[in-house]
């Protein structure tokens, strides 16, 4: 019975892992796979960020940037959004996090056409603006990973 349920166990964590969105992070630089093509995915990042009440200060577009002087880009979207209850009190802990805010959200696609969805992790620009003990840095990377799991799953 025991080894049934630490199989069980084991099984449990596998088919979790296997249904969670891809992630990976380097630098403080989080990515997760979007099932979604690339307008998609910032459509429902627009739509999932402002129903949970961030503020949307613009969308950037690379690539049509880069279109209009002859070059060419895969889909690239930045997303900069943020809310001063929680940009604020993270500033209070260190004001160079300023350069760092409004927080954003890229969406672009890998040369395979894979899409993702990326952002800086909270925690991270915390540690860059030695501001590790800020206790909103945690609170924010938790805000995010939400949005962005949100933003990801079908």
Known sequence: MKVFIQTLIVLTGLITLALAPATFAQNGLISLESPFEPMETMNRAERIVSERGFNVFALVDHAAGAESVGQNLRPTMLLIFGNPQGGTPFMQCAQTIGIDLPVKFLVWEDVSGQVYLSYNDPAYLAGRHNAE??????????ALAGLAEAIVTP
């Open 133 to 142: 003990n800020c206790p909103v840095a945690q609170n924010m990377s938790a």
